[in-house]
């Protein structure tokens, strides 16, 4: 099994900064792709934000020049720094990974329970 930790959210003034982390531990052979979703109040969770394990980086059209992801593969994390936050930036962000559980193993995916931010003044 794989747990996935999420931690750095919190109450920031609209274009304020924050830094979420994802923290993954278990029996894994492999970390592939890392991602952050976000769940705004009253709306489905969407995807925000991708890392490979070769570190190209992918993310939704609004967070551009204002996100940026990365990842620690010897500390099996990814992060999500985010700065000049605005209101329609506020929800629960969720962390995301794609494993290998063993060299011959399939694919898994795994969910963390999310932190939540919010973007208010």
């Known amino acids: 099994q794989v747990q996935l930790v999420e931690s750095g959210g919190g109450l920031v003034q609209p274009g304020g900064s924050l830094r979420l982390s994802c923290a993954a531990s278990?029996?894994?052979?492999?970390?592939?792709?890392m991602r952050w979703h976000r769940q705004a109040p009253g709306k489905q969770r969407e995807w925000v934000a991708t890392?490979?394990?070769?570190?190209?980086?992918n993310y939704i059209d609004f967070v551009k020049g204002r996100f940026t992801i990365s990842r620690e593969n010897t500390k099996r994390s990814t992060y999500l720094q985010m700065n000049n936050l605005k209101p329609e930036d506020t929800g629960v962000y969720s962390c995301?990974?794609?494993?290998?559980?063993?060299?011959?193993?399939?694919?898994?995916?795994?969910w963390g329970q999310g932190t939540q931010v919010t973007v208010s003044s």
């Open positions: 995301y990974v794609k494993v290998r559980r063993s060299p011959t193993g399939g694919l898994v995916e795994y």
């Open positions: 278990g029996n894994f052979f492999v970390i592939y792709d």
């Open positions: 890392i490979t394990k070769e570190g190209a980086t």
